[in-house]
């Protein structure tokens, strides 16, 4: 069976975003594949957290991801900072990976933004510590949304210079899985950049835990055009706001925007907002209806947390003591 890998950050409430482009994906992976899930809070404190904020969020992350589908029991669900393994092979990465392919990040560039002076180190080394996360377990399978995809090219670089430069071939190829209509929800304010648990701006996304008025409010001023619905696909371009909710409607049904469009094209926004509210009240209400029921029950969360990194540990401890071998380190305890 095929070993998956993915993480998220707990560095807010997951938003429809992560929902569509990646946890729901990661729940129709669990039935065929052996799978790890990660609250990488490692990777949250590249940028400032709150130490409070912190904890509190990567317990609400914990709990959302169970509320969602992720089994804990047939597969791992932990915290990053529980498994060592994680930061001992960064550092190796972090002498394999190659400034210039760093420089090339796109999303380093965005998070700095205007003040790259000020960025944390950690920030600029983010996708090393990423491709320690999946290689520390010889992961062949990332379900991520859209915006992951150049991190796991770099992940499937540094293995093959690592398995080169050591003349092995120890680390595997990943496939990055970035599938569905939603693959990158876009921000319900401007269909130009990504929905963001980090925005500034609550009213540019919905967090899995907003109540049924909330996601009303949202949708019901989710900035849009003066036109009709096109009847296809093409009367999208040139349209991101449309294509957003569309895509939203598309997924939250599993179908495409082809098939959306086929039911709902003609319409004004008025009546598809109505239709689309009431899919994400009927979709999001449960689950947050089961988060609130785990977060009141901290023993069992942090339990399934414990067991979880215990069981990633065993796995990942030899892979990074035998990346640790081949580098040359010397270990006198296994002598
Ligand atoms: P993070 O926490 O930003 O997001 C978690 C997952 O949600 C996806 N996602 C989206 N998909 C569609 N539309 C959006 N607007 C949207 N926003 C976020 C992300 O693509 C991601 O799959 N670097 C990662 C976490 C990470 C990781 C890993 C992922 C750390 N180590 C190893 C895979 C493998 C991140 O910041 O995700």
């Known amino acids: ?28 992976l669990q ?22 904020a912190l904890r509190r969020q990567s317990l609400e992350m914990a709990a959302v991801l169970l509320a969602c589908g992720v089994d804990p029991v047939r597969h791992i669900l932990f915290l990053q900072s529980g498994v060592r393994a994680h930061a001992q092979l960064a550092w190796i990465f972090n002498c394999v990976a190659r400034l210039g392919w760093l420089n090339r990040m796109t999303q380093f560039k965005d998070k700095a933004g205007k ?46 210079k690592f398995n080169h ?12 899985v970035i599938v569905g209509p939603a693959a990158r929800v876009m921000s319900l304010r401007d269909g130009t950049k990504k929905m963001s648990k980090s925005d500034p701006s609550d009213q540019s996304r919905i967090n899995l835990n907003d109540d049924a008025d909330t996601i009303a409010l949202k949708i019901r001023r989710a900035k849009t055009d003066p036109l009709p619905l096109p009847s296809g696909v093409e009367g999208l371009n040139e349209r991101p706001e449309a294509r957003n909710l569309v895509g939203i409607y598309a997924a939250l ?53 414990r067991s979880g990194a215990e069981r990633a540990a065993a796995i990942a401890d030899p892979i990074v003591q035998e990346a640790e071998r081949l580098v040359g380190f010397v270990n006198p305890g296994r002598c």
Not at 130 to 154: F, K, S
Not at 296 to 303: C, E, I, R, S, V
Request: charged share 20%; hydrophobic share 40%; proline share 6%.
């Open 1 to 28: 069976m095929q070993r998956v890998f993915s993480g998220i950050q707990p560095s807010g409430i997951p938003t429809l975003g992560n929902y569509l482009g990646a946890i729901r994906n990661w729940v129709r």
């Open 31 to 52: 039935d065929d594949h052996a799978c790890l899930w990660c609250v990488v809070d490692l990777h949250a404190i590249t940028a400032w957290q709150d130490p409070a």
């Open 115 to 160: 003040d790259r002076e000020n960025a944390s180190s950690g920030l600029y080394v983010y996708p090393n510590l990423m491709a320690a996360d999946i290689h520390a377990y010889h992961a062949t399978r990332v379900p991520v949304g859209d915006d992951q995809r150049q991190h796991l090219e770099l992940a499937n670089d540094i293995a093959q």
């Open 165 to 176: 430069d050591y003349g092995v071939d120890f680390f595997p190829n990943i496939e990055p």
């Open 253 to 305: 049904t599993d179908t495409d925007h082809a098939s959306v469009l086929k039911m709902h094209g003609g319409e004004g926004f008025g009546p598809f907002k109505s239709a689309l509210t009431a899919l994400l009240i009927d979709k999001l209400a449960p689950i947050a209806a089961e988060t609130d029921r785990l977060l009141n029950d901290p023993a069992t969360l942090m339990a399934i947390l």
